[in-house]
């Protein structure tokens, strides 16, 4: 059984909790949200297999 998981959406989930939770770190973590997207670009590693 494979099972594909994007890490994108995963880091979306995690980021959107962390600003209903805590609203004042809305721009760290817009900030590195987009960090962690564009080096996922850059180096391809968009989905881990288990």
């Given at each position: 059984?494979?099972?594909t998981?994007?890490?994108a959406p995963i880091i979306s989930l995690v980021a959107g909790i962390?600003?209903?939770l805590v609203p004042?770190?809305?721009n760290y973590i817009v900030?590195?949200?987009l960090?962690?997207?564009g080096l996922i670009g850059l180096f391809g590693a968009?989905?881990?297999h288990f």
């Open positions: 059984m494979n099972i998981l994007g890490l962390l600003i209903l004042r770190l809305l900030a590195i949200y960090i962690i997207i968009g989905r881990f």
